[in-house]
């Protein structure tokens, strides 16, 4: 079996495969949609070195993930073989890191333009109106709604487009961990949410200041950003109840953020609230 | 509407009251920290230089026999315990040092049972009658073995001198030898005069209240590689800075005491090849000395400041009843000569490999626990990173004082340090790290905390109770010329429990870095 072959069973196996055939030049990082990943992304990424022991490594800036490979042989390597091969594997990962840090730039840079060039949105956009919420420094783009995602200094790094129907998407190759948007202006306390419709009804409902992570997957990181920048303040994280989703994401990834930074989850009970 | 998951679910089921209801309920519980209405006892007691409270050392915390002594000299001359406790440690390291050794893991890693010991009193405290006190066995050992080797030390005098004088005798006899036979029998004669001249005796000697760095190798060499520094003066310090060597002494003789290692001097007119030196310090300076010690930059970082474990008690002047006249009492008194007697009873003329005391299990898990809690601490940004010059040290130095205490208490036969002992150390340790930090304040400490002691003082001048970062600096433009080098000893201010900082955010405008001032501090002016 060939180096390339063998190399691409390890990407497959590890649930990255390439949608399309990919060319493998000789250590240099490729991009490439990976299952599963939406048209026109490129998510996934490969490095591959023939010489002098066949290497590589592979991964996802979507989901973070990072694999090492080597080809399996029956040859001990010597010691300069080995030093050659350390010497390879990190210099793939600087070209992945100034490859990565190129992809979020270049997104953060289309964010701005796009986010410079919409229109503030307006409470009657069809997913505000369905969810009986107000467009809180929402813009809009066609019939999409943006939601900008920050950090805890304020540089917008990417945009998530909301259409009519709810769906929801990313701009592609932005960086979300730790990044939110903010609704209102904290007091003595702040709330986070998932998801801006939630975060704009709890604002609503209390009048206080709620952060949308946009997942529950970014909870944690986006805690532990607001913790650093107001350490007096009091938080509460309000957590999804997706009670029907094995492990029940929601609430897992809400306590894992209050443990972080030291705050109490709040849960949506529907006990004895007739469901519609 | 699918399975209601979210409060946006809620909200359209019952309305948002209900998400109110849950989220401000959650949200009493919520404490915040470091919270603006947190009771001044929240916060911890801030460690500042010159500012820390030092606790008292009370008397007890030294066994039986030292434990009253110094108690009772504390009482009858009114001077706080500390000092009587601190030179009561040094006499004992001074008796028992170089000829025993605590090894708290029982392997090949030894402390010496030498042990520097600085108190800081002003003039008029008292602290040459506590010395008198402490000290007077000592002397009094001196004496009367003194006395005692005075017949023989004239004997063997007397040999050596006639042996001298027959030898310059055959020397000038040589000369005039008719042959090779004759000087060679001349020859013969002074080197068995040589042979079997005696050696010199000296009487033993302790101590000593004033030496140079020099006389100091001799006097290792001359008395059983063993000295203590005792005195309440700090004339010392102008040795070692060099007031006799045009401002730069030899320190290295200070320094080889306390850790032990071999001493090789060779120069002309004098040798001095010492395998385990042993010096102990008891001292008792004006806290104003402290300050002129601190302007020998070779001090802090030789390490010989480091070495010291430092009291700084709060002086009795002022507040003592010149009509209460409590002696010590005479059995009290007695003991105590009687235990340090005791201990000098097999101090033989030439001394032998230190006899090493290891650890019990409890006592060695009580000393681990200790120095790892001051490991932890130690490092960057930790509470006592100041002063880790001084800590690194701490916890060898609560071995010694374990090892000291358990031969006081048990005699010159004890065979491990025990677990009593151990603790009795450590809580002195405990004890002797606020006194440190309130020395090092004295004993002027790095940049940053010079620049944060000006913070503090702005802060007090003005009475903050917050302060932004900005006005800080603006406030003290003349010290911080660059905004890193104010956060630096903003930093420090925090780690020492003095601050605490945030971020307020202000409507229309950038966001301020603030710092809410630890209430304490204001009432520390």
């Keep these: ?102 992809v979020r730039a270049d997104a953060a840079a289309r964010a701005l333009k796009l986010w410079s060039g919409a229109k503030p949105a307006t409470d009657d956009h069809p997913y505000l109106r369905s969810k009986n ?38 701009l592609t190759g932005g960086r979300i961990a730790g990044c939110y948007y903010a609704i209102g202006r904290p007091d003595d306390a702040l709330l986070l949410a998932e998801g801006y419709a939630t975060a704009a009804t709890l604002h609503q409902a209390t009048g206080r200041a709620v952060a949308v992570c946009f997942n529950c997957g970014n909870l944690v990181a986006v805690a532990r950003a607001l913790r650093a920048k107001f350490p007096r303040m009091r938080f509460v994280v309000c957590a999804d109840n997706d009670a029907a989703t094995p492990g029940n994401p929601g609430i897992t990834a809400a306590h894992q953020a209050a443990k972080a930074i030291g705050a109490r989850v709040a849960v949506p009970s529907f006990e004895g609230v007739a469901h519609v | ?120 009193l002003p003039s008029g405290a008292r602290k040459s009658a506590v ?32 042996a001298e004088k027959r030898i310059e005798r055959l020397l000038s006899n040589a000369g005039k030898a008719k042959d090779d036979h004759e000087r060679e029998r001349i020859r013969a ?26 006389r100091l190798q001799a006097m290792f060499a001359e008395y059983g590689e063993r000295m203590a520094l005792l005195s309440d003066e700090a004339g010392i310090f102008q040795i070692m800075a060099g007031i006799y060597n045009g401002g730069s002494a030899n320190l290295d003789a200070f320094l080889k005491g306390h850790a032990g290692t071999p001493m090789r001097v060779d120069r002309a007119g004098r040798e001095a090849h010492v395998d385990k030196p042993a010096l102990t310090f008891g001292l008792a300076v004006q806290p104003g000395m402290l300050s002129e010690v601190a302007a020998s930059r070779r001090f802090r970082d030789s390490g010989l400041l480091a070495r010291f474990l430092y009291a700084m008690p709060t002086s009795n002047v002022g507040r003592r009843d010149v009509r209460r006249r409590m002696a010590i009492p005479d059995r009290v008194r007695d003991d ?74 048990v005699g010159r036969h004890a065979e491990e340090v025990s677990e009593i002992a151990t603790e ?77 900082h945030y971020t307020k955010r202000n409507k229309g405008a950038p966001a301020s870095e603030m710092c809410l001032v630890n209430p304490k501090l204001l009432s520390l002016i």
Excluded at chain 1, 51 to 75: C, D, L, M, V, Y
Excluded at chain 2, 353 to 360: D, F, G, H, I, Q
């Design chain 1, 1 to 102: 079996m060939s180096v390339e072959r063998q190399f691409l069973d390890a990407i497959n196996a590890a649930g990255l495969a390439p949608v399309k055939t990919i060319d493998l030049p000789e250590g240099r990082i490729v991009r490439y949609r990976a299952e599963g990943d939406k048209a026109g992304s490129r998510n996934g990424w490969a490095v591959l070195h023939r010489h002098p022991i066949p290497a590589g490594a592979f991964g996802s800036w979507k989901t973070g993930e990072q694999h090492t490979w080597r080809a399996t042989t029956n040859e001990t390597s010597t010691p300069a073989e080995r030093a050659e091969q350390q010497r390879n594997l990190q210099a793939a990962q600087q070209a992945r890191a100034a490859e990565e840090a190129r």
């Design chain 1, 133 to 170: 919420v107000r467009a809180y420094g929402l813009r809009a783009l066609r019939d999409q709604l943006m939601v900008p995602a920050r950090d805890a200094d304020g540089r917008l790094h990417t945009l998530q487009f909301i259409g009519p129907d709810g769906s929801k998407r990313f």
């Design chain 2, 1 to 120: 509407m699918s399975k209601p998951t979210d409060f946006n679910d809620l909200a359209q089921l019952a309305g948002p009251d209900a998400v109110k209801a849950t989220v401000d309920k959650v949200l009493a519980a919520v404490v915040a920290p470091g919270s603006v209405q947190a009771p001044t006892a929240e916060w911890p007691d801030p460690i500042l230089p010159g500012m820390v409270k030092a606790p008292e050392i009370p008397a007890e915390i030294l066994p039986g026999w030292l434990g009253a002594m110094a108690g009772a000299v504390a009482d009858s001359t009114q001077t706080p315990p500390a000092l009587a406790v601190m030179v009561g440690l040094s006499v004992l390291a001074a008796v028992l040092q170089r000829r025993y050794e605590v090894a708290p893991f029982g392997d090949d890693y030894t402390e010496p049972l030498a042990l520097w010991t600085l108190t800081a």
């Design chain 2, 131 to 162: 010395f008198s006190a402490m000290t007077a066995p000592l002397l009094r050992w001196e004496k009367l073995e003194y006395d005692r080797g005075r017949a023989e030390r004239g004997r063997v005098a007397s040999a050596c001198k006639v």
């Design chain 2, 189 to 214: 004669e002074i080197q068995h005069e040589r042979d079997h001249m005696p050696a010199e005796l000296r009487a033993p000697r302790l101590f000593t209240e004033d030496v140079t760095a020099e």
């Design chain 2, 336 to 409: 105590y000569e009687v235990a340090l007697f005791q201990l000098l009873e097999d101090v033989p003329a030439v001394i032998g490999k230190p006899r090493v005391l290891a650890m019990t299990e409890p006592a060695l898990d009580l000393w681990a626990d200790f120095a790892q809690e001051i490991e932890d601490h130690q490092g960057e940004g930790g509470r006592y990173e100041a002063i880790s010059d001084w800590t690194s040290k701490l916890p060898g130095a609560v071995a010694r004082v374990a090892a000291l205490l358990e031969l006081a208490e």
């Design chain 2, 424 to 500: 009795r150390a450590v809580a002195l340790g405990r004890l002797l790290i606020a006194h440190a930090q309130s020395a090092f304040g004295l004993l002027g400490t790095d940049g940053v905390d010079t620049d944060a002691a000006a913070i503090v003082k702005w802060i007090q001048a003005h009475g903050l109770e917050e302060f932004s970062r900005r006005d800080c600096q603006k406030s003290l433009s003349g010290r911080f010329r660059t905004q890193e080098r104010m956060n630096k000893a903003l930093d420090r201010l925090q780690q020492q429990d003095a601050l605490r």
